[in-house]
């Protein structure tokens, strides 16, 4: 068992209806236009679980942060954004976490790009020295950089479940082979880029996740969020160190937390985790502030 703690009751916009909440979105479409509206909110989810507990400013910056990215991938890829002002009746705490988006037909992957070995990957190669499907060479432990970045697809899964690693064959029978040639060759160009930008900044980009959708016209679309702290791994690279857990730039003081003796939770128990203390809380916001401020090199206010 697992999902929300407290599952939030969407707010009523005149003229936009809420489609869907998510781990920490919601998504409304304006009956007028027909465009989708993102809103981010400040909510955490950590082993399965969206938290009773927000973190201020993570919505703003996951949605700033998105932006900067979509403007340095342009030339690769278009992305759904079409614009950031807020629609007529949004009340004033949807600013600076709210994307207006054009509707596309979603495509049912989740595509993951790693150029280190960690995570679900990690456990796989441990098993069988593959990850999903592709083998790996020997000796390579938590935190290495693999020989190249690889395409590992995930099956989407509802709030609560686990995305489930998939082959790349299984993704082409589900959206056909030319359409999951067309999913590898980008999202593996997009970490390329992002990688070194990255990299130039002293940050190293072990693996992320990506969302496309195909407009009206059948190309394309990068969609979602990108390359934010909720959907990548951010490592300081004066830190790296392969054979043990990466340092990051993302909610680790929070899974931290919760599986330590303080918060009194166990995690294999059906029973939903506790609120967050006030010092975990401005931890992780520090931390994703920091991400950003690395990133784009600009200070957050």
Same mark, same amino acid.
């Given at each position: 068992? %697992? @999902?929300? #703690? +407290?599952?939030?009751?969407?707010?009523? !916009?005149? /003229? &936009?209806?809420?489609?869907?909440?998510?781990?920490?979105?919601?998504?409304?479409?304006?009956?007028?236009?027909?465009?989708?509206?993102?809103?981010?909110?400040?909510?955490?989810?950590?082993?399965?679980?969206?938290?009773?507990?927000?973190?201020?400013?993570?919505?703003?910056?996951?949605?700033?942060?998105?932006?900067?990215?979509?403007?340095?991938?342009?030339?690769?890829?278009?992305?759904?954004?079409?614009?950031?002002?807020?629609?007529?009746?949004?009340?004033?705490?949807?600013?600076?976490?709210?994307?207006?988006?054009?509707?596309?037909?979603?495509?049912?992957?989740?595509?993951?790009?790693?150029?280190?070995?960690?995570? %679900? @990957?990690? #456990? +796989?190669?441990?098993?069988?020295?593959? !990850?999903? /499907? &592709?083998?790996?060479?020997?000796?390579?432990?938590?935190?290495?950089?693999?020989?190249?970045?690889?395409?590992?697809?995930?099956?989407?899964?509802?709030?609560?479940?686990?995305?489930?690693?998939?082959?790349?064959?299984?993704?082409?029978?589900?959206?056909?082979?030319?359409?999951?040639?067309?999913?590898?060759?980008?999202?593996?160009?997009?970490?390329?880029?992002?990688?070194?930008?990255?990299?130039?900044?002293?940050?190293?980009?072990?693996?992320?996740?990506?969302?496309?959708?195909?407009?009206?016209?059948?190309?394309?679309?990068?969609?979602?969020?990108?390359?934010?702290?909720?959907?990548?791994?951010?490592?300081?690279?004066?830190?790296?160190?392969?054979?043990?857990?990466?340092?990051?730039?993302?909610?680790?003081?929070?899974?931290?937390?919760?599986?330590?003796?303080?918060?009194?939770?166990?995690?294999?128990?059906?029973?939903?985790?506790?609120?967050?203390?006030?010092?975990?809380?401005?931890?992780?916001?520090?931390?994703?502030?920091?991400?950003?401020?690395?990133?784009?090199?600009?200070?957050?206010?």
């Amino acid at each position: 068992m %697992s @999902g929300f #703690v +407290e599952k939030p009751e969407p707010l009523q !916009v005149p /003229g &936009l209806v809420h489609l869907h909440t998510g781990k920490v979105r919601e998504l409304y479409r304006n009956s007028e236009t027909g465009d989708l509206v993102m809103v981010a909110s400040d909510r955490v989810s950590a082993y399965d679980w969206v938290l009773p507990t927000e973190i201020p400013d993570k919505g703003r910056v996951l949605t700033r942060l998105s932006l900067w990215w979509f403007d340095r991938l342009a030339d690769l890829i278009p992305n759904h954004v079409v614009s950031t002002e807020l629609p007529a009746g949004a009340p004033a705490d949807w600013e600076g976490r709210t994307l207006v988006c054009r509707s596309l037909q979603m495509l049912p992957v989740e595509c993951v790009a790693r150029g280190y070995l960690t995570g %679900s @990957g990690l #456990v +796989e190669y441990d098993a069988s020295r593959t !990850v999903c /499907g &592709l083998a790996l060479p020997e000796g390579l432990v938590d935190g290495s950089e693999l020989p190249a970045p690889i395409f590992t697809p995930a099956t989407k899964a509802a709030v609560g479940d686990h995305d489930e690693n998939v082959s790349y064959e299984e993704v082409a029978r589900q959206v056909g082979a030319e359409t999951a040639a067309q999913l590898r060759q980008t999202t593996l160009a997009v970490y390329s880029r992002a990688r070194d930008i990255a990299r130039d900044r002293g940050i190293i980009l072990a693996d992320t996740k990506f969302e496309f959708g195909r407009d009206e016209d059948g190309g394309l679309v990068l969609a979602d969020e990108v390359l934010t702290p909720d959907s990548s791994r951010f490592w300081p690279a004066a830190e790296w160190q392969p054979g043990r857990a990466q340092p990051s730039y993302d909610k680790q003081f929070v899974r931290d937390w919760l599986t330590s003796p303080a918060s009194g939770w166990d995690r294999r128990s059906e029973q939903p985790p506790p609120p967050l203390p006030q010092e975990i809380v401005e931890a992780t916001r520090a931390k994703y502030v920091e991400a950003y401020e690395l990133l784009t090199g600009s200070t957050w206010q």
